[in-house]
């Protein structure tokens, strides 16, 4: 089993619909959790981070992380084409970060 | 977010040679800094961890030899690849932690685009 597991995709969306992007953890030591965006051939972006359990929410993006049941979710609302990318979930375990191997999102128009 | 410049964005060498790439956090310390090497469509792979004044640690089946890092300084950290052949062209990239409590954050430079010919 992966430490950290993403379902690799591609997941397509409707333009305008809600992209859900899931990741589950397998150390339950695990203290912070990073949704990072990547464009093909550049580098990683963070757009989400969140320590506690509940949602967090920024902008059209929300983080909600449940460490009962060892997931972290990512929600893009009203999505739009310049968010097809691929989406990698980070675990920080000790000052080491994790990661999932990434989720392809399309946004078809 | 934090500000971690890399440089050079691309290079092009000759086989036989040595590229450094240098990694800067230019408005934090990065007590920690991670260099990763992406080839195209695949996963980032983690090749080292290093930490300001230490030796970097390196991951199974990265040459330490071949891939020389220096983290001199809390903003500044450097990859040498040596003797490059081919096969070591790929997208490299660097990020950096300022790590003070279990909540840290990692920010990426741009990455490196090295081709060896």
């Known amino acids: 089993q992966k430490e950290v597991e993403q379902n690799s995709g591609p997941l397509s969306v409707p333009e305008g619909a809600i992209a859900s992007l899931n990741c589950t953890y397998s150390d339950r030591g695990s203290q912070s959790f990073f949704w990072y965006r990547q464009y093909s051939g550049k580098s990683p972006e963070l757009i989400m981070s969140i320590y506690s359990n509940g949602d967090k929410e920024d902008g059209r993006f929300t983080a909600q992380l449940n460490k009962a049941s060892q997931y972290v979710s990512l929600l893009i609302r009203d999505s739009q084409p310049s968010d097809s990318a691929t989406y990698l979930c980070?675990?920080?375990?000790?000052?080491?970060?994790?990661w999932g191997a990434g989720t392809k999102l399309i946004i078809k128009p | 977010g934090a500000v971690v410049s890399q440089h050079p964005s691309w290079v092009i060498c000759k086989s036989g040679t040595s590229v450094k790439i240098e990694c800067r956090s230019l408005d934090f310390q990065a007590t920690t800094m991670f260099w990763y090497r992406q080839f195209p469509k695949q996963s980032l792979m983690l090749m080292a961890t290093s930490n300001e004044g230490s030796k970097a640690t390196y991951e199974q089946g990265v040459e330490k030899d071949k891939f020389l890092i220096n983290h001199a300084s809390l903003t500044l950290s450097t990859l040498t690849v040596t003797s490059a052949h081919p096969e070591d062209s790929s997208f490299y990239i660097c990020?950096?932690?300022?790590?003070?409590?279990?909540?840290?954050?990692?920010?990426f430079g741009q990455g490196t685009r090295l081709t060896v010919v």
């Open positions: 980070a675990v920080n375990r000790n000052y080491q970060l994790i």
């Open positions: 990020s950096a932690m300022a790590g003070s409590s279990g909540n840290t954050e990692a920010f």
